[in-house]
């Protein structure tokens, strides 16, 4: 499943305040650096991160990706490998425990439980009147 992209709601506030700004003067200095283009500039860059951000968000999803396919190639080859020593020396061999596998002489069967008939009688309630 892809990771959720982010998107600001203080980029679109800020979008819309650079716009109200920029109707009062398009050159407006209100000291102590707060100036329109600081602002156009602290914008861009809260932009080019949040969208580096999110490109990366899609890097690490390809790369969960490729780690899957890789990972599930891994597990198919390991249980190949596994059978071919099985074809090879016998499911009840001893390379065949080397190689991970459990011998066929040494799985625990199943056992079953004996029936045991239940026939209890029921015992009558008395009632104190």
């Not at 969960?64 to 071919?84: C, I, T």
């Not at 390379?95 to 459990?102: D, H, I, L, S």
């Amino acid at each position: 499943m892809a990771r959720p992209k982010l998107s600001s709601r203080v980029l679109e506030n800020a979008e819309r305040r650079i716009a109200a700004l920029e109707c009062i003067n398009p050159n407006l200095d209100l000291g102590n650096s707060l100036t329109l283009t600081a602002f156009n500039t602290s914008l861009e860059q809260a932009r080019t991160r949040l969208k580096t951000y999110n490109t990366l968000l899609s890097a690490v999803d390809d790369a969960y990706r490729a780690f899957q396919e890789a990972e599930e190639s891994l597990g198919d080859l390991a249980e190949h490998m596994l059978l071919g020593v099985a074809v090879k020396y016998g499911k009840n061999s001893a390379e065949y425990g080397m190689a991970g596998g459990v011998r066929k002489s040494e799985r625990k069967r199943p056992t079953r439980k004996p029936k045991t008939e239940t026939t209890k009688a029921a015992t009558p309630v008395q009632v104190k009147s």
